[in-house]
């Protein structure tokens, strides 16, 4: 319920403003607007304002909305209402009711963001973890424990800024010029080689592929949590407990003691622990459980974690109200920016369409911001209205961008484009669009079955 109302009003939200951008500029230029809705197909509820000409409605389809304005090609119109007209219009006029909706989004996601950076965004800190060998990361002397502060002159205070400009960098080929500080507060420069990564590899972790992974503190193999007859606590151990060794290897970390009970399914450990300063022997026979195709072992119990080491990793980006703006402006534009990158990647083949997300992707995503507190579902919300202003913005007829190119077209050659190349377009866009939503559809059911 929660991802099903989340994803509701993001959808309430974005297409409201969209539409609503489009209705303000028809109404500041003079056209008559006769139909505001939420939602496409059957009108399921309609309202029309004592004193007011538009009728304000909720469709059954809510994958989108409209703006019906007066047109002389959708009706006969009233000789006295011919200037209302939207048809009427000049070009510049007609021009700026269309963009009015994709720059609503935009403007959107501006005030989302602006909001979110006067509040406070957490995230994690761009601390370096191990930087695997044979990797550009290792290449470019980067170590753990290291901090990036900034690429290309970019500040990243955090990993999620570390992942777009890397990505936009990615995208436009450029050189990656990091500017780290080391854990003794040395400010140093490296450059990362970023010419090996290919278009698989941008459509998984590509950090990853350079050797960039966040810090993790080392947990040490102490029990901080047993579950209730759990096979941890039915062979006697406790809370506090430090693991020493099982079956004589000695164990470093948690990571290590997960290991020997994963690769132990029912069969015998003999544990050496440390329990209030006495050394005490343990038999414990992990519990078999189906992974997948294999069989793993689990005993129920959870390390002991310092909250103050995993604290320190975390940081609060906030800027003053003009310097949010700033900031909230940058964010949109180069978000913008990426999307139209990563859409053209898609069209010429150089990454995958499996990126391509439909509205089962988006929902789930909704519902999981939703979870995670206000300010990631508005962040979610504002990446979501950019993506709605930019595919809206693309040349395809029937989207807002393909009445802006023949406007465009009309422009240049002094008078309309004719009916008929204006049909045949709105036919191709309505195909294209389909082929689009039905790849993005079958994509998120892909997801779904491969999860």
């Keep these: 319920m929660t991802t099903f109302f989340a994803f509701i009003v993001a959808i309430v939200v974005l297409v409201a403003f969209h539409e609503y951008g489009h209705y303000l500029v028809a109404r ?32 059954a389809i809510p994958l989108g909305g409209y703006v019906k304005m007066l047109d002389e090609r959708e009706g006969e119109v009233k000789p006295e209402e011919l200037s209302r007209a939207f048809n009427r219009q000049p070009v510049l006029r007609r021009m700026a009711i269309v963009v009015a909706g994709p720059l609503a989004n935009l403007l959107l996601a501006i005030v989302f963001y602006w909001g979110l950076f006067i509040y406070g965004v957490p995230g994690l800190k761009p601390v370096l973890g191990n930087v695997a060998p044979a990797t550009p990361a290792a290449s470019a002397q980067l170590l753990s424990r290291q901090t990036i502060i900034s690429i290309n002159g970019s500040s990243t205070p955090t990993w999620q800024d570390v992942r777009w400009v890397l990505l936009d960098a990615v995208l436009q080929g450029d050189t990656v010029n990091l500017e780290v500080r080391t854990p003794q507060g040395e400010v140093v420069q490296r450059v990362l080689e970023i010419a090996t990564l290919t278009a698989a590899d941008l459509d998984s972790d590509f950090l990853a592929k350079l050797g960039l992974q966040p810090y993790q503190p080392v947990v040490r193999p102490v029990i901080g949590r047993l579950i209730e007859g759990g096979e941890a606590q039915r062979a006697g151990m406790l809370v506090n ?14 990571d ?98 499996k990126n391509l997300s439909g509205p089962v992707t988006i929902a789930d995503y909704a519902g999981q911001s939703a979870q995670m507190g206000l300010g990631a579902y508005l962040s979610f919300l504002a990446l979501i209205s950019i993506s709605l202003g930019v595919l809206n913005l693309l040349p395809i007829p029937i989207l807002d961008g393909g009445h802006l190119l023949y ?45």
């Design 256 to 353: 290590a003691w997960v290991k020997m009970v994963r690769s132990h399914p029912a069969r015998l450990l003999r544990l050496e622990i440390r329990r209030e300063g006495h050394l005490i022997a343990l038999d414990l026979t992990p519990e078999s459980v189906t992974e997948g195709a294999s069989q793993i072992g689990k005993i129920g119990a959870a390390p002991l974690i310092s909250q103050h080491e995993y604290d320190d990793l975390m940081t609060v980006v906030r800027y003053s109200p003009v310097k949010a703006l700033t900031q909230a402006v940058n964010k949109t534009w180069e978000t913008s920016v990426v999307s139209l990158q990563m859409m053209g990647r898609m069209i010429m083949g150089q990454i995958s369409l």
């Design 241 to 254: 407990d430090l693991i020493l060794s099982a079956n004589g290897e000695q164990i470093a970390d948690w």
């Design 28 to 59: 500041l230029c003079g056209v008559k607007v006769l139909r505001f809705s939420i939602g496409f197909g059957k009108i399921l509820y309609t309202k029309k304002f004592a004193g007011g000409e538009t009728e304000w409605s909720i469709s």
């Design 407 to 451: 406007y465009t077209v009309e422009m240049i050659k002094g008078s309309p484009v004719p009916d008929s190349l204006w049909e045949a377009g709105q036919k191709i866009g309505v195909v294209l669009l389909f082929t689009l939503m039905a790849l993005a559809l079958f994509n998120d059911f892909s997801r779904l079955i491969l999860n």
